[in-house]
């Protein structure tokens, strides 16, 4: 008998749209979606646990990996490496697992370029980019200078909306994650 390949849902948005909000629900909900584990140079913090958090390597192992192109994406944050393994997502895909992703869109990118079958993009986008200023301003996470890039960057970003499988706008939050939640759903039976 054929095995069934999993979906991957790739979840991209840009930063101050609600994603986490939405994601935080999604992986409450018993959808069998399992997490992609990402390999990080960053040292492993109390309650994480190796390879199931992430994968944690030294600085050398993930230098050794990007040389032998084993990842789809990685990028460098605050000095610390992080990356999607080829390896890791074709194993649980052929074995028919689902993964769910949140990247940004040169992740989202990649993912679609190596799984063009099997990678679907759902973009998150907000109601108007006033309503994404507002909600970036009232999260309060950002200093001023932060703030403003975020903003330039969002604005670039939303430019990208149209190139994606599909575009849920977190207008209400609710309403938007109902419509997340039904859309994961039938991507995934
Ligand atoms: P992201 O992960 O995309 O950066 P967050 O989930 O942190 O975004 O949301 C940014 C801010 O907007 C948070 O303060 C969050 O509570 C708020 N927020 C998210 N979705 C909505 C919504 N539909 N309506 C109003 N506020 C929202």
Do not use: C
Request: net charge negative.
């Amino acid at each position: 008998m054929e095995e069934k390949v999993g979906k991957l849902i790739v979840i991209v948005a840009p930063s101050g749209t609600g994603k986490s909000s939405l994601m935080r629900r999604l992986k409450e909900e018993d959808l069998l979606l399992d997490e992609s584990i990402s390999y990080t140079t960053r040292p492993i913090r109390p309650g994480e646990t190796d390879g199931k958090d992430y994968f944690f390597v030294s600085q050398d192992e993930f230098k050794k990996m990007i040389d032998n192109d084993e990842f789809i994406e990685w990028f460098l944050v605050h000095g610390d490496y992080k990356g999607t393994s080829k390896k890791f997502v074709e194993k649980k895909v052929n074995k028919g697992h689902n993964l769910i992703f949140d990247l940004d869109i040169q992740g989202t990118d990649a993912m679609k370029k190596f799984f063009p079958h099997q990678a679907v993009a759902i973009f998150i986008k907000p109601p108007s980019f006033e309503v994404l200023k507002q909600r970036l301003e009232g999260r309060g996470t950002e200093s001023k200078e932060a703030l403003s890039i975020r903003l330039e960057n969002a604005k670039k970003e939303l430019e990208r909306s149209d190139d994606f499988d599909h575009v849920v706008v977190n207008d209400d939050l609710d309403r938007a994650y109902e419509e997340l939640y039904g859309l994961v759903k039938k991507l995934i039976s």
